[in-house]
Nanobody, 125 residues
Framework: QVQLRESGGGLVQAGGSLRLSCVSS????????VGWFRQKSGMEREFVAA????????YYEDSVKGRFTISRDNARKTAYLQMSSLKPQDTAVYSC??????????????????WGQGTQVTVST
């Protein structure tokens, strides 16, 4: 059963923007931290951003600070990743994930319990 589904990826020129969405079918989505991760070709998954359950606490990987914004709408059971000033090095498969442990917001993939299948983001020069 697919619990998280990403959308919004695509091909964009450098300097452009995309907004990724992560729609959840989890009953307790509003209780979970949501993280966005990415996996570049031939590389390990890496942390991008995370947001706590009420949307107030956010955490970003250094290379995306000031360019990416994570947010959520618990009424819609959806999280977002707004990406601006995109660079070719942002090219990757982007996945969202939820952490069932409350009051924890982190970058460790092992902390996250459910994962979406990912959406491809390609940034051209």
């Amino acid at each position: 059963q697919v619990q998280l589904r990403e959308s919004g990826g695509g091909l964009v020129q450098a300097g452009g923007s995309l907004r990724l969405s992560c729609v959840s079918s989890q009953r307790s989505f509003s209780s979970y931290t949501v993280g966005w991760f990415r996996q570049k070709s031939g590389m390990e998954r890496e942390f991008v951003a995370a947001i706590n359950r009420n949307g107030i606490g956010t955490y970003y990987e250094d290379s995306v600070k000031g360019r990416f914004t994570i947010s959520r709408d618990n009424a819609r059971k959806t999280a977002y990743l707004q990406m601006s000033s995109l660079k070719p090095q942002d090219t990757a498969v982007y996945s969202c994930a939820t952490d069932y442990t409350q009051n924890r917001v982190g970058q460790t993939p092992d902390w996250y319990d459910s994962w979406g299948q990912g959406t491809q983001v390609t940034v051209s020069t």
